[in-house]
């Protein structure tokens, strides 16, 4: 099996492109079990709810069940990359992906993303995951054994998708083949770049990372709106990311049968971040460098019309043309990558 | 083949005898002799030719299964036919096609593909040699 894997700080994303599976997500969430808290779920039923299993004969619960279990502050970045943390995330995802019981040990090859900055950690998220893995959930009993792990930035995969097919060839009319694009991932604790020359030619020295993301929007998104309706959000706990994401985008947040209009507060709560994402551009040579700068990942969804907005003298390209497909992006071009290195040399 | 075809007779009713007098009535009996010894009895074969007389193709009223296999097995001889000759001329001439063929055609890459490649491998050679600087 083939799994393409993107574990962001905000969504866990995956997509098993020969199994027709996904591309699906998560939210990045993960807590480990007592065995009492694992009897207390499993009850009488006998199969773990989705979200809840045993990995290695350790219980986990992932994703926005992991929400009311978490005590401490999630890790971020690289400091994810242990076979108790990322190493599980991928075995859940491996399950998902697989979705049903297994009678025999299945061999998986994992192509991974990860944020430029985390390059020097790339090795510890191979060893992270390249093992055995044994899991007992909804699907039943499943074994994974994970034989190879590729390992690509972010920003690359999703310049991929924007240029090759999923069979992994150039697109026959290549947008970008004689162009110099600036490629910016905004995700939720990181924004990454990266700049390509005409034909494909990568400068490795532009692929980097700067701790700037959407994480805050949301904290910032929801505090105001909690102080603007702040009887009818009173007996509310956490509000769900992706609801949140969708009222930013739309200017309007439904709560319950109501709309409540969040346009302003949705401006204001983005703003610092465009800034944050111009001055990127502004480092990375400014936009006389460029043709064009195409956006990947979900972050830049909830800011490309404040970026079009703003800066008008260049083009902003999605790199999925469905906006709502943008948090896809990188794993979609993450599979095309590995049609191309899967190849026989 | 074909016969010129005369003016048709303006009798309403035209008798079928055992001993044709004209050219016409032998053509018919020619006709039906053939029909009979291609499955059809004289009752289906007097009645196709009333109804197509008043308009009707062969198709509309030939609503048993035999006749319906009949007619589109006699369509396909007549396709196939015509075309069979053609088709084996083609594939004479088709160039030779062997699987080394279709994999050097799956894996050759374009230039730009090339390129962007070399760039994404350099990067991940260099994230395993920082960690062999450790």
């Given at each position: 099996?083939?799994?393409?894997l ?7 994303k995956?997509?098993?492109p ?10 990045h ?12 779920v ?6 773990p ?5 045993k ?7 992932i ?15 690289a400091a ?20 049903k ?5 299945i ?6 993303s ?8 790339a ?7 390249q ?7 909804e699907?039943?009993?499943?074994e ?12 690359l ?6 240029v ?9 009319t290549n947008?970008?083949?004689e162009?110099?694009?600036l490629v910016l ?31 805050e929007?949301?904290a910032?998104f ?12 009173q ?5 769900d990311i ?8 739309s ?8 709309e409540?209009d ?12 465009v ?20 956006l990947t990942?979900?972050?830049s ?5 404040e970026l079009?907005a ?15 497909m943008?948090k ?18 | 083949?074909?016969?010129k075809?005369?003016?048709v ?8 005898r ?5 050219a016409?009535e032998s053509?018919?009996l020619k ?5 009979r ?7 289906q ?7 197509y ?5 062969p198709?509309m009223?030939?609503?048993t299964e035999?006749?319906?296999d ?10 196939l ?12 001439q ?11 055609v799956?894996?050759?890459i ?6 962007f ?7 991940q050679?260099?994230s ?7």
């Amino acid at each position: 099996m083939r799994l393409i894997l993107d574990a962001g700080n905000a969504l866990v994303k995956w997509y098993a492109p020969r199994s027709g599976i996904g591309p699906k997500s998560c939210l990045h969430a993960l807590a480990e079990l007592s065995d009492y808290q694992w009897e207390n779920v499993i009850g009488r039923i006998g199969t773990p709810p989705n979200g809840y299993m045993k990995v290695n004969g350790t219980p986990y619960v992932i994703g926005r069940a992991a929400k009311e279990y978490q005590t401490l502050d999630k890790p971020k970045g690289a400091a994810r990359y242990n076979k108790a943390y990322y190493g599980v995330i991928s075995a859940y995802c491996m399950a998902q992906a697989y979705g049903k019981k297994i009678d025999a040990p299945i061999s998986v090859n994992l192509f991974a993303s990860y944020a430029p900055q985390d390059i020097q950690y790339a090795p510890e998220l191979t060893k992270a995951a390249q093992r055995t893995w044994k899991i007992e959930c909804e699907y039943g009993k499943m074994e994974f054994d994970v034989k190879d792990v590729v390992t690509v930035d972010e920003p690359l995969c999703g310049y991929a998708h924007y240029v090759f097919t999923e069979t992994g060839s150039e697109r026959v009319t290549n947008p970008f083949k004689e162009k110099t694009i600036l490629v910016l991932d905004v995700g939720g604790y990181t924004t990454d770049k990266a700049r390509v020359y005409p034909n494909g030619e990568i400068d490795l020295l532009s692929v980097d990372s700067r701790r700037i993301g959407t994480n805050e929007v949301l904290a910032s998104f929801e505090k105001k709106l909690r102080v603007k309706h702040s009887k009818i959000f009173q007996d509310t706990g956490d509000l769900d990311i992706e609801r949140v994401e969708k009222a930013i985008v739309s200017g309007v947040y439904r709560a319950g049968n109501q709309e409540l209009d969040c346009q302003d507060i949705a401006q204001r709560s983005i703003k610092n971040l465009v800034h944050d994402v111009i001055q990127v551009i502004k480092s990375a040579g400014g936009i006389a460098n460029y043709d064009a700068i195409l956006l990947t990942g979900g972050g830049s969804a909830l800011i490309y019309n404040e970026l079009k907005a703003s800066l008008d003298s260049i083009d902003f390209i999605l790199a999925e043309d469905n906006i709502s497909m943008m948090k896809y992006a990188n794993v979609l071009g993450l599979s095309k990558l590995a049609s191309i290195l899967s190849r026989k040399e | 083949m074909g016969r010129k075809k005369g003016k048709v007779s303006q009798a309403k009713i035209k008798s079928i005898r055992l001993n044709p007098i004209n050219a016409e009535e032998s053509d018919v009996l020619k006709i039906v002799n053939r029909l009979r010894g291609e499955g059809y009895n004289f009752k289906q074969i007097a009645v196709d030719a009333i109804l197509y007389r008043d308009g009707a193709t062969p198709e509309m009223y030939s609503d048993t299964e035999d006749n319906k296999d009949k007619h589109l097995k006699s369509l396909m001889l007549e396709v196939l036919e015509e075309y069979s000759s053609n088709l084996s001329v083609y594939l004479k001439q088709a160039p030779e096609f062997d699987q080394a063929q279709k994999e050097e055609v799956e894996q050759k890459i374009s230039g730009f593909t090339r390129s962007f490649m070399d760039g994404l491998r350099q990067r991940q050679s260099s994230s395993n040699s920082l960690t062999e600087e450790d």
